[in-house]
């Protein structure tokens, strides 16, 4: 099956910098690749998402990039804000006649300092 | 209008009792989800159902069964309860099984005594 790992597992940067969360996927049949993020005690919540077509996607301040030969998708996010604090999961699912069986990444913990 | 919402938010019980977890859809979405979201915050699928009918169910006990009486609910039905049953299940919906948004409901937290 899928196996999705994530990097780093906390990450703290200033107010105004940039963050990078990096994913790897096993399972080359993987096509679709969303973000979610998780802020305490909430539900975690889509922010973007990439499919294999696409090399890269960017919404605002946050932007994904996908490597499809490396098996290797990035969430960027420019100019942080405090809000931005939260757990970041990224996710893949492969095509199977099953449905959708989105694999997670064992999250982020991104701290936005002042 | 909540989208997904699952009932109750928190349920405290001990080992060895049986209890469900409710869960509602209002998107008309066709897939439902349950996901187990442990202390490490490691999200794990559980089941997946299209219309009702079974489609993913990972390695989970036999004693956790899912019942879907139409595509707008999903229950989770736990039989002898387990310490390591302590999480928190999220149950969640999307349009169609493949490639698009899984939407989350508020989360059930868990805790066996």
């Known amino acids: 099956g899928e196996n999705v790992e994530q990097h780093p597992s906390t990450l703290s940067v200033q107010e105004g910098d940039s963050a990078v969360i990096k994913c790897t996927y096993s399972?080359?049949?993987?096509?679709?690749f969303p973000w979610y993020k998780q802020e305490l005690g909430k539900r975690p919540q889509l922010i973007i998402d990439?499919?294999?077509?696409?090399g890269e996607k960017k919404d605002q301040r946050i932007a994904v990039t996908l490597n499809k030969t490396a098996k290797h998708f990035s969430l960027h996010i420019t100019e942080t804000q405090p809000e931005d604090s939260a757990v970041y999961f990224c996710?893949?699912?492969?095509?199977?006649?099953?449905?959708?069986?989105?694999?997670f990444g064992t999250g982020t913990q991104l701290k936005v300092e002042l | 209008d909540t989208a997904v919402s699952q009932t109750p938010k928190y349920l405290v019980t001990q080992m060895g009792n049986d209890k469900s977890i409710k869960c509602e859809q209002n998107?008309?979405?066709?897939?439902m989800y349950w996901y187990k979201q442990d202390s490490k915050k490691f999200l794990k699928i559980m089941f997946s159902?299209?219309?009702?009918?079974?489609?993913i169910n990972e390695t989970v006990p036999n004693r956790f069964s899912p019942k879907s009486p139409d595509k707008a609910h999903l229950n989770l039905h736990i039989n002898s309860l387990e310490l390591g049953d302590s999480a928190v299940y999220f149950c969640?919906?999307?349009?169609?099984?493949?490639?698009?948004?899984?939407?989350f409901g508020q989360g059930t937290r868990l805790t066996v005594v």
């Open positions: 969640a919906s999307s349009y169609n099984p493949r490639f698009t948004e899984a939407f």
């Open positions: 399972d080359s049949a993987s096509n679709y």
């Open positions: 990439i499919r294999s077509n696409v």
């Open positions: 996710a893949a699912t492969p095509l199977t006649g099953g449905g959708n069986k989105l694999t």
């Open positions: 998107l008309g979405h066709d897939t």
């Open positions: 159902y299209n219309n009702k009918e079974l489609i």
